[in-house]
């Protein structure tokens, strides 16, 4: 029988700070000796179970701050908080990692689990973006305003490009532009004031608009500075939210339907 996910979180821990790198559904599989009829067992959307449920228990301990992953395809890493935890009794990772769900609807139970791998694919996306090179990061985010529907792309010169990484034609003669620059920065190494006027002085004879993407976030006096320019800025969790909205580097991996019951159907006249 495969267990229930929660069953995984002090397994996963231990397996992570035990080996450096591992595949964990092969390693938990050696560890339970689980039954040719168990591992053929599949979710309703014809996913192997095993895995599913680990997934799940990886986006909370991920969650939790206990285990790290660059990027999917990654070596899972536990962190210092998790080495403590996984010194302690099982019920410990319960109160920490399961929500209380007793005061809610199943509908609320059931939005509450979309939020949860919603922000798990943020995390992915801005995960991959930091790995990638400057130069492709750039050309995605290029990729990525044409699909928005803001016209065609012009990338720059990797080198001496003033600060400008991109340029939208918002109309097919180019007469009005849109100046780009990007950075692919951690998520605690925040973008300040000096950042953004250096881009503003780029762009100042220009008499064009300036767009400042970045995968970290703005500091509160950049983002009172930019609200007194003709600069937009995005950060990582908007920047996430953006192509999760227009399935950029996403795909829908299955779809439910809520339905309920039509009283006006069943009206009597």
């Not at 019920?91 to 920490?96: I, K, P, R, T």
């Not at 699909?147 to 400008?164: F, L």
């Amino acid at each position: 029988m495969i267990q229930a996910y929660t069953y995984f979180f002090p397994l996963l821990l231990k397996i992570v700070a035990e080996y450096k790198s591992i595949a964990l559904s092969e390693a938990i599989k050696k560890q339970e000796q689980y039954s040719e009829e168990d591992l053929r067992q599949m979710t309703s959307s014809r996913y192997p179970l095993l895995s599913h449920r680990i997934a799940w228990a990886k986006t909370y301990l991920k969650k939790a701050g206990l285990i790290s992953q660059a990027a999917k395809k990654a070596p899972v890493q536990i962190t210092q908080n998790g080495y403590l935890l996984a010194s302690q009794k099982d019920n410990a990772y319960h109160n920490l990692l399961i929500p209380d769900n007793n005061n809610l609807t199943h509908e609320e139970i059931l939005i509450d689990t979309y939020r949860t791998l919603k922000s798990a694919t943020y995390n992915d996306l801005l995960e991959q973006f930091r790995l990638m090179n400057p130069y492709n990061f750039e050309k995605i985010i290029l990729d990525f305003l044409v699909q928005m529907g803001y016209g065609k792309a012009i990338g720059t010169p990797y080198t001496n490009d003033e600060g400008i990484d991109g340029i939208i034609n918002k109309d097919p003669l180019g007469l009005e532009k849109i100046y780009i620059q990007v950075k692919r920065y951690l998520a605690n190494n925040k973008i300040g004031r000096p950042a953004l006027h250096a881009f503003i002085g780029s762009i100042h004879n220009k008499n064009s608009k300036g767009l400042f993407i970045t995968t970290s976030d703005f500091t509160a006096d950049a983002v009172e500075y930019a609200k007194l320019t003709n600069l937009v800025i995005i950060n990582g969790e908007q920047l996430a939210d953006l192509m999760f909205d227009y399935d950029f580097g996403v795909q829908t991996k299955s779809t439910i339907y809520i339905k309920q019951l039509d009283e006006d159907f069943f009206a009597e006249d």
